[in-house]
């Protein structure tokens, strides 16, 4: 099935720096995700891009397809960014795949 | 738009009796409703896909006798845990995808449920 890597594990932040995460996944996908999960467990949807590039405020994403990655840009953290970022992809209908996530940590 | 909702958010139950979780579409017909687990610190794993009036898909591994899905209605879905023991205390996180965007493909997850088997 269809591997899904994230990057980096772990990333500590001071408030207001920028950060980007990245996704690599193994095979072509008709449906890519990112996720932010809260400390209650909440799974905030961020952006649905399978290609191309979309922003919402100080977030945005970028899924290059043929080459099989995907980039979330934070800037200007807050603590409320706090929590672990996931993205998911859905390989045409096949199993809607996890990455293992990257943890974020924005400190005062 | 796009709402999930779960029921109970969190449980207690004794070893060896059924809890039973229920995932609600608020405001859009969910054609296919999924189900997830996931362990402290892990990540989420499908454990099945259920469409409306069809019987559950399940992932390799997941007991289809312990863990019963039914999807009744074009909102909701339910998952029981049958016999539960300790081990299956987990965060439990359905998700819906319906036919209603132009995205067809993206899935909307309700709060999870925190089941505890003591």
């Known amino acids: 099935g269809i591997q899904v890597e994230q990057s980096p594990p772990d990333l500590i932040l001071q408030e207001g720096a920028n950060s980007t995460l990245r996704c690599n996944f193994s095979?072509?996908?008709?449906?890519l995700q990112w996720f932010h999960q809260n400390p209650w467990g909440q799974l905030i949807n961020l952006f649905y891009?399978?290609?191309g590039t979309k922003q919402n405020g100080r977030l945005s994403a970028t899924t290059v397809a043929t080459e099989r990655y995907s980039l979330l840009y934070i800037s200007s953290s807050q603590t409320t960014d706090s929590g672990v970022y996931f993205c998911?992809?859905?390989?045409?209908?096949?199993?809607?795949?996890f990455g293992p996530g990257t943890r974020l940590s924005a400190l005062p | 738009g796009a709402v999930v909702s779960q029921h109970p958010s969190w449980v207690i139950c004794k070893s060896g009796t059924s809890v039973k979780i229920e995932c609600r579409s608020l405001?859009?017909?969910?054609?296919?409703m999924f189900w997830y687990r996931q362990f402290p610190k892990q990540s989420l794993m499908l454990m099945a896909t259920?469409?409306?009036?069809?019987?559950?898909?399940?992932e390799q591994g997941v007991e289809k006798d312990k863990f019963l899905i039914n999807h009744a209605s074009l909102t909701l879905s339910t998952l029981t845990v049958t016999s539960a023991h300790p081990e299956d205390s987990s965060f439990y996180i359905c998700?819906?995808?319906?036919?209603?965007?132009?995205?067809?493909?993206?899935?909307?997850f309700g709060p999870g449920t925190r089941l505890t088997v003591t």
């Open positions: 998700s819906a995808r319906g036919d209603w965007t132009v995205q067809d493909y993206e899935q909307y």
């Open positions: 095979d072509s996908v008709n449906n």
């Open positions: 891009i399978p290609s």
């Open positions: 998911a992809v859905d390989n045409y209908g096949q199993n809607f795949v």
């Open positions: 405001d859009f017909q969910a054609t296919t």
């Open positions: 259920s469409n409306e009036g069809s019987k559950a898909t399940y």
